[in-house]
């Protein structure tokens, strides 16, 4: 039982190009989301999936898109990739939308 | 607009004393509360929460504490221990915004021995 797991771990981006974060649970829960945390902010909501087949956007969502996949996964890309989106981007999950969010270990993105 | 705040960006405190981590929201449609804690490159794991019905609920050294009044929620840890050196992240979410969860800046908590 992995819990959340998030993939790549670390990753370095020219601006313009384009990529996937993936994230996957096993926990069978129904809400994912995408957060990402830069210094001094807290985690900001970029999207979140209360079930599979829906998505919603959140706090920041500009510059990002989502894919709830299936159950499991739930991923990010970054079509056009800018230095303002160099994070910390972390996935979770939570078996409803109200309930507490389990959270993956994160992926360090800079862009230069 | 931050609508969750911790104005303490660190805290040091001795090992074996108290570590208070304070919190303050502005949006009253808030309902429910979590704490998370934060150790570097890992994701925030669950530490406690309560509802707006409650202004006490203990687990174990963790209790927090809500002042609806104030818009004031406080963390309590005794006694603290060196593995409770961390970030702590206060967070706050609404009934009518369930998935929305608006969560602080964050404390930066250090145990000394």
């Known amino acids: 039982n992995a819990g959340v797991t998030q993939t790549p771990k670390f990753q370095v981006l020219k601006t313009g190009q384009s990529m996937t974060l993936q994230c996957a649970q096993d926990m069978n829960h129904n809400s994912m989301y995408w957060y990402r945390q830069d210094p001094g902010m807290g985690l900001r909501l970029i999207y979140y999936?209360?079930?599979?087949?829906?998505?919603d956007k959140g706090e920041v969502p500009n510059g990002y898109n989502v894919s709830r996949l299936n159950k499991r996964e739930f991923s990010l890309r970054l079509e056009s990739a800018a230095p303002s989106q160099t994070s910390v981007y972390f996935c979770a999950s939570s078996e409803q939308a109200e309930e507490t969010q389990y959270f993956g270990p994160g992926t360090r993105l800079l862009v230069l | 607009d931050q609508q969750v705040k911790q104005n303490s960006p660190s805290l040091s405190v001795q090992e074996g004393r108290i570590s208070i981590l304070n919190c303050d929201y502005t949006n009253s449609m808030f309902d429910y509360f979590l704490w998370y804690k934060k150790y570097p490159a890992e994701g925030p794991t669950f530490l406690i929460s309560i509802s707006s019905i409650k202004d006490k609920n203990e687990d174990g050294r963790f209790t927090v504490f809500l002042n609806k009044s104030a818009k004031h929620l406080s963390l309590h840890i005794v006694p603290s221990q060196p593995g409770d050196s961390a970030v702590y992240f206060c967070?706050?979410?609404?009934?009518?915004?369930?998935?929305?969860?608006?969560f602080g800046s964050g404390t930066r908590l250090s145990i000394r021995p």
């Open positions: 967070a706050a979410s609404g009934y009518s915004s369930a998935s929305k969860i608006i």
């Open positions: 999936s209360a079930s599979e087949g829906t998505t």
